[in-house]
C-alpha cells in the first residue's frame, strides 16, 4: 500500500499541469515531500535511492518549467528518475516499482505518455533526444523542446560524446543537463570527471557563477532582454573558463554554469531562459548522490541500491540467517586476487562496475594491476585486447546485458585475432528486478555465433573457480565465463584450482525415461526436480553440459543413443542458446528423439524477483518436474 505520511502539497499532484499550479516559493515545501515519500517507500520496496534522492529539485524545476508532455524529457539510465515518475501520475502505484505486475523501474514508454523514450543502459539520452528534435523538425515543425538529462558518469561514454559531436551541428531545439554528482554507481574516473572538477572548483568559475547570476538578474524577473543577456553570458564565458577552452563550447553547444542543482528556485528561472535560446544547449549543474538522507549521502555506493533500510536511522536491515552462500560476485573478486597472486600476467578490467562485479576487491590489493575504465563497454574490450596483445591476460568483467554494446569489439579485435581474454559475464540469466534491460538473456546466442570463444557456464562457485583459473592457463584464447546475479548454493566451495578441458560436461545422474540436459546455475533447479521425479518412480539423467563451445559432442552421443526424451534447460533465450545446440546436433547426426527446450522464450521478460521470473518462464523446479511428467505422459 502507499505509505501514509502527511504530504501537504504532493497529495494534490497528480500530473505537471497540477505541479505548475504551485507558486515557485512552494517548490522547495514539494521538493523535501517527494524526497521523505521516496524514502519512505524505498525502505520497504528496495530500489535505487541515492541517484533519485539527488535528482529531486530537478525533476520538479523541468517539470515547472516545461510543457511536458510535449515538451520531450529523456533521463539517462533511469536511476534518477523517481522524482519524476511521481510528479508524473505514479504516486500511488509508486510502491509497487520493480515488482512483478508493478510499475519499471525505469522510465518506459508503454507506461506512460511522459516517459519520452525507454531507458535502462547509460549515455543513450543525448542519441534519443536529438533524434526526437530532428524528427519534430521534420515531420510538422512544432516548436517543441527536447531535454537529456545526463549524469556525468554517463557522459564518459563513447555514445553520449558522439551524439553531443552530431547535435552540435544540427541547430536542433536541445537542451542537455549535465546532472554532475561525481558518481554513477561507483566513483567516476577518467579526464572528463578531473575535467568537470576543475570548472566547479576553479575560482575563475566561481566568479564566474557570481557573473552569470547577476547578469541574469539576479532573483528577479529576466524581463524582455534575456537573450541579449544570454549573449553576454556566453562571452563570459568564453572569456574566463580556466583560461582554456570549454569541452562543451566545442561541440557548438552554449555552455551554462555550474548552477546549484538543490536551489530548485532558481534552477526553474534559469530554465524559463534558458528555454527561449535556439540550438543545442548545455546546462552543467551540481547535485549530491543522496541528497537530503544522512547515511546515503555519507555512504553514495552503498546506497545506490541499498535493500531494505530502517527509513529514520538509515541502518540496512539484514535477514537472519546463520550461514549464507557467497555470491558468485564474490567468489570472483576472491578467485582473481589468488590467480593474480599467482600468474603476473593477469590484470581485471571493467567498465564501471567494480564493486557490482567485486572488482574492487583486487583494486584495494593490486591497484596497478586493475582498471575502471569508465561507462565504456566497447573500450573496455579493446584496451583488454590491447593488453593481450602483448602478452597479458586481462579479466575483462561486464555484466551480461552490457556486454550486448561491445559486440563487434569482442569479434574484431578479441575473437578474430585469437587473443587470450577472460569475459567474465556477470548477471548472466534473469537478473530479476532491473528488468527486461538488464537481464543477461541473451549472451549464449550470440556468443555461440563467433568462431574461436570457448563459452562455458558454471552449476556452482566451485566450477566458477575451475574456469577461472582454466581459463588463464597458456594457450586457452578468448575464453567466456558466465554466471548469475546473486548467491550459489554452497558455503564449501573454495576448492584447490582444477584445470577443466574445454568441451567436457558431466554426467550427475544416471536415468531411463528422460534425459534433461543444463547449463549454468539452473543445473540446481534440474537437481531439485530430479529428487522430486524419483520419488514418484521417475528416474530422469540429468547431464550438466558446462560448455556451450565447444559442446560436448562425445556426452550428446551417449544421450541421443539411449533416451528419445530430453529436456534442455537454460537461463538464456532458447533461440540460438542449448536448446537450439541440441537441435543442431541432432540433426547433424542424423538422431531422433523428442526434445523439449527450457528457457528465457522469445519476449521481452518483465521485472520481478527471480524466482518469479524462473516460474514464468517454466525453468524452476516446478515447471522442469510439469514438463518431464508431460512428456511421459503424452
Known amino acids: 500500500m502507499t505509505p501514509q505520511i502527511p504530504l501537504k502539497l504532493l497529495n494534490k499532484i497528480n500530473s505537471p499541469a497540477d505541479l505548475r499550479l504551485l507558486r515557485e516559493d512552494e517548490l522547495p515545501l514539494l521538493c523535501d515531500e517527494i524526497r521523505q515519500f521516496i524514502i519512505e517507500v524505498i525502505s520497504s520496496n528496495p530500489g535505487h535511492l541515492g541517484a533519485s534522492l539527488g535528482s529531486v529539485e530537478l525533476a520538479v524545476a523541468i517539470h515547472y518549467a516545461f510543457n511536458t508532455p510535449l515538451d520531450k524529457l529523456i533521463w539517462d539510465v533511469g536511476h534518477q528518475a523517481y522524482a519524476h515518475k511521481i510528479i508524473t501520475g505514479r504516486r500511488d502505484t509508486f510502491h509497487t516499482n520493480r515488482t512483478f505486475g508493478g510499475i519499471s523501474g525505469f522510465p518506459k514508454m508503454s507506461e506512460s505518455a511522459y516517459d519520452a523514450f525507454g531507458v535502462g543502459h547509460s549515455s543513450t539520452s543525448i542519441s534519443a533526444a536529438l533524434g526526437m528534435a530532428t524528427a519534430a523538425r521534420l515531420l510538422n515543425g512544432k516548436n517543441e523542446q527536447h531535454i537529456a538529462v545526463i549524469g556525468d558518469g554517463a557522459m564518459t561514454g563513447g555514445m553520449a ?69 544570454v549573449k553576454q553570458i556566453g562571452n563570459a564565458l568564453k572569456s574566463t573558463i580556466l583560461n582554456k577552452s570549454n569541452l562543451f563550447e566545442a561541440f557548438n553547444f552554449r555552455y551554462f554554469g555550474p548552477v546549484d542543482g538543490h536551489d530548485v528556485v532558481r534552477l526553474t528561472k534559469l530554465l524559463n531562459d534558458i528555454r527561449n535560446i535556439p540550438g543545442p544547449r548545455l546546462l552543467h549543474v551540481i547535485t549530491v548522490k543522496g541528497k537530503g538522507f544522512e547515511k546515503a549521502e555519507q555512504d553514495q555506493i ?19 540467517c546463520k550461514s549464507l552462500p557467497p555470491k558468485y560476485q564474490h567468489v570472483f573478486g576472491k578467485t582473481i586476487i589468488e590467480l593474480a597472486e599467482k600468474n603476473p600476467k593477469i590484470v581485471g578490467v571493467t567498465p564501471a562496475m567494480p564493486s557490482g562485479c567485486s572488482l574492487n576487491m583486487m583494486m584495494s590489493v593490486m591497484p596497478h594491476r586493475a582498471f575502471d575504465v569508465g561507462i565504456a563497454e566497447q573500450h573496455a574490450v579493446t584496451f583488454s585486447a590491447g593488453m593481450a596483445a602483448r602478452g597479458l591476460i586481462p579479466f575483462c568483467n561486464i555484466y551480461s546485458s552490457f556486454m550486448q554494446r561491445a559486440y563487434d569489439q569482442v569479434i574484431h579485435d578479441v575473437a578474430l585475432q585469437g587473443l587470450q581474454v577472460v569475459f567474465c559475464l556477470d548477471r548472466g540469466g534473469l537478473v530479476g528486478e532491473d528488468g527486461p534491460t538488464h537481464h543477461g538473456a541473451y549472451d549464449l546466442a550470440y556468443f555461440r555465433a563467433i568462431p574461436g570463444l570457448t563459452i562455458a557456464a558454471p552449476m556452482n562457485e566451485t566450477e566458477l573457480r575451475h574456469l577461472m583459473y582454466t581459463a588463464q592457463l597458456d594457450g ?38 528422460v534425459a534433461i540436459l543444463s547449463i549454468g546455475h539452473p543445473g540446481n533447479f534440474v537437481t531439485e526436480a530430479c529428487d522430486i521425479l524419483q520419488r514418484d518412480g521417475i528416474l530422469a539423467g540429468h547431464f550438466d553440459m558446462r560448455f556451450l563451445k565447444p559442446i560436448d559432442e562425445q556426452m550428446l552421443h551417449e544421450v541421443f543413443k539411449k533416451y528419445d526424451r530430453i529436456v534442455t534447460v537454460e537461463d538464456g533465450t532458447i533461440n540460438g542458446g542449448l536448446g537450439s545446440a541440441v537441435l543442431e546436433f541432432m540433426a547433424a547426426n542424423n538422431y531422433q528423439a523428442r526434445i523439449v527446450r527450457l528457457g528465457i522464450p522469445d519476449a521481452f521478460i518483465t521485472q520481478g524477483k527471480p524466482e518469479e521470473l524462473y516460474a514464468l518462464c517454466g525453468f524452476d523446479t516446478d515447471g522442469i518436474v510439469r514438463t518431464v511428467r508431460s512428456m511421459l505422459n503424452s
Do not use: C
Request: aromatic fraction near 8%; avoid cysteine.
Open 302 to 320: 552503498l546506497y545506490h541500491s541499498p535493500g531494505m533500510f530502517d527509513k529514520t536511522t538509515g541502518e540496512i536491515i539484514e535477514k537472519p
Open 161 to 229: 560524446m558522439e551524439a553531443l559531436n552530431n547535435a552540435g551541428v544540427s541547430n536542433t531545439n536541445l537542451l542537455v543537463i549535465l546532472n554532475d554528482n561525481g558518481i554513477a554507481i561507483d566513483k567516476n574516473v577518467g579526464a572528463l570527471r578531473e575535467y568537470l572538477i576543475d570548472i566547479v572548483t576553479s575560482r575563475a568559475y566561481n566568479k564566474l557563477k557570481d557573473k552569470v547570476w547577476k547578469l541574469m538578474g539576479g532573483n528577479t524577473s529576466y524581463g524582455k532582454n534575456s537573450r541579449a543577456v
Open 476 to 513: 586457452k584464447g578468448p575464453y567466456v565465463i558466465r554466471y548469475p546475479r546473486g548467491r550459489g548454493l554452497s558455503t564449501d566451495w573454495k576448492k584447490p584450482f582444477m584445470e577443466i578441458t574445454a568441451g567436457t560436461g558431466r554426467k550427475l545422474r544416471g536415468g531411463e525415461s
